[in-house]
């Protein structure tokens, strides 16, 4: 009898705590702001000084040639992704890619990001 009570007590409070989960609780708003749109200026690409940050801070993760490994491949990455995106993903980050905005200048992030976005 005790077991019977006890598993219609454990029955009734699921119930009521999914009932609160579906109707009670307010809606989750989406208070996320937009990103600001990051305008990546045009420069000559030394490919010498973007291979060097490549290596010390991409090959682990995305290869000595671009191919991938942990991280995904980037041989063809500019034909995938702008130039902004590149950037942000570089600067801030996300999805398993640590990010480097504090780790790289600015001109390295800049440098790094005309190179890869030729990468068609």
Known sequence: MYKKLMAGLVALA???????LVFSLPAKENTKEPAAS??????????????????????SCHGDQLQGGYGPGLTNVGAS???????KQIAKGGGGMPKFEKK?????????????????
């Open 104 to 120: 790289l200048t600015e001109d390295q992030l800049i440098q790094l990001t005309n190179w890869l976005a030729g990468m068609k």
């Open 38 to 59: 990051v305008a990546v200026p045009e420069v000559a690409v030394d490919a010498d000084a973007a291979m060097e940050i490549y290596q010390a801070s991409c090959l």
């Open 14 to 20: 699921c119930l009521f705590g999914t009932y609160l």
């Open 81 to 87: 992704m702008s130039k902004e995106q590149i950037y």
